[in-house]
Nanobody
């Protein structure tokens, strides 16, 4: 069965950084597309980053260069580096992937507060 599990979230102050991790079972990241999404309180879920099986990463314009997605093929892990965090980045972050790109992690809380 395909499973994804996020880790690395927590509480940070504005301007600080976090790195989220996504571990997989039954999924080889280098053979699939992998994405990050987030959902803030009272808002719709939105796309954060996408990496192709070749390792090319794409981002929406609103990230303003603050977010970076990466992959470690040896460990079969994907990451989301989040820098210069803002209050509006507070949300539950999700990893998405799998052969059909329809497997989701349980989500992990990121809270940015002063």
């Amino acid at each position: 069965q395909e499973q994804l599990v996020e880790s690395g979230g927590g509480l940070v102050q504005p301007g600080e950084s976090l790195r989220l991790s996504c571990a997989a079972s039954g999924i080889i990241f280098s053979a699939t597309e992998t994405g990050w999404y987030r959902r803030a309180p009272g808002k719709e879920r939105e796309w954060v980053a996408l990496m192709t099986k070749t390792g090319n990463a794409n981002y929406p314009d609103w990230t303003r260069g603050r977010f970076t997605m990466s992959r470690d093929n040896a460990k079969n892990m994907v990451y989301l580096q989040m820098d210069s965090l803002k209050l509006e980045d507070t949300a539950v972050y999700y990893c998405r992937g799998g052969r059909l790109y329809n497997t989701w992690g349980q989500g992990i809380q990121v809270t940015v507060s002063s």
